[in-house]
């Protein structure tokens, strides 16, 4: 089976570049010396965000993205 790259996401893709924010944001914060409940929560949001992501790409190229997705 051929695959479309034409509906993957860019790295310039406002979703890819938010995860990329997110993780960003966290890394600051953990330099920063964030901990507790507010570094978890941004540790979470850029999981969530790259999660996003990756469920994306997979469902452009065709491939399973897992039970419960």
């Known amino acids: ?4 790259l034409s509906k993957m996401l860019m790295p310039d893709h406002p979703l890819y ?3 990329v924010e997110a993780l960003k944001a966290y890394h600051q914060a953990e330099a920063d ?7 978890e929560r941004l540790r979470l949001m850029a ?9 994306y790409q997979l469902r452009a190229l065709g491939g399973p993205v897992g039970i419960g997705h």
């Open 1 to 4: 089976m051929k695959r479309d």
């Open 17 to 19: 570049t938010e995860a």
């Open 33 to 39: 010396g964030v901990v507790g409940m507010e570094l």
């Open 47 to 55: 999981e969530h965000r790259f999660q996003a992501v990756t469920d």
